[in-house]
T-cell receptor
Framework: DTAVSQTPKYLVTQMGNDKSIKCEQNLGHDTMYWYKQDSKKFLKIMFSYNNKELIINETVPNRFSPKSPDKAHLNLHINSLELGDSAVYFC??????????????FGPGTRLTVT | QQQVKQSPQSLIVQKGGISIINCAYENTAFDYFPWYQQFPGKGPALLIAIRPDVSEKKEGRFTISFNKSAKQFSLHIMDSQPGDSATYFCAATGRYSGAGSYQLTFGKGTKLSVIP
């Protein structure tokens, strides 16, 4: 019954590894996002997809590659993990790409720890 | 110009008191101003939102006050309760880099602690 779900909830890995985080929403929304929340709680948008198409791509290292197989799913793959990638990653969704993006539904987050 | 500045960074309020969190923005093209609430270990959740043509919006104990000329808006939590202890984010929506799509820009958050 969860609106926006993410897996895994926790991810502990070593530097240099490649990892993926999966996100699914059952709200029927057509826009999905990835956010990074650092240790100071600052929320920064990374990517946004609308109907499987990339529409926002903030200044994010190209080690991060999002993929949207359909409008209900948005996955995040990270190559060559670095210590600075340690953070909580949130997936979110909303309807449309206009002003309605104010109403976003967030997943529970994935806490990534790189050692 | 896409920034939303939020203060204070942290706030401690006695149970029953009023919690006030302030935000300011520069971009006059922002056209919706939501507040999100985040409990530890959870994702942010929309709490209340206001449009710039309205000066105040109230939902239960939560009120947004909006001052368009000053480009400021604030969240007031009346009769604050320990269960309100969370991090609060103000935000604003605006067009992303001149493109057709909008994005949500968040303030840096305020950690509210309500003590019994």
């Amino acid at each position: 019954d969860t609106a926006v779900s993410q897996t895994p909830k926790y991810l502990v890995t070593q530097m240099g590894n490649d990892k993926s985080i999966k996100c699914e929403q059952n709200l029927g929304h057509d826009t999905m996002y990835w956010y990074k929340q650092d240790s100071k709680k600052f929320l920064k948008i990374m990517f946004s997809y609308n109907n499987k198409e990339l529409i926002i791509n903030e200044t994010v290292p190209n080690r991060f590659s999002p993929k949207s197989p359909d409008k209900a799913h948005l996955n995040l793959h990270i190559n060559s993990l670095e210590l600075g990638d340690s953070a909580v990653y949130f997936c979110a969704s909303s309807q449309g790409t206009g002003t309605g993006v104010y109403e976003q539904y967030f997943g529970p987050g994935t806490r990534l720890t790189v050692t | 110009q896409q920034q939303v500045k939020q203060s204070p960074q942290s706030l401690i309020v006695q149970k029953g008191g009023i919690s006030i969190i302030n935000c300011a923005y520069e971009n006059t093209a922002f056209d919706y101003f939501p507040w999100y609430q985040q409990f530890p270990g959870k994702g942010p959740a929309l709490l209340i939102a206001i449009r710039p043509d309205v000066s105040e919006k109230k939902e239960g104990r939560f009120t947004i006050s909006f001052n368009k000329s000053a480009k400021q808006f604030s969240l007031h939590i009346m009769d604050s309760q320990p269960g309100d202890s969370a991090t609060y984010f103000c935000a604003a929506t605006g067009r992303y880099s001149g493109a057709g799509s909008y994005q949500l820009t968040f303030g840096k958050g305020t950690k509210l602690s309500v003590i019994p």
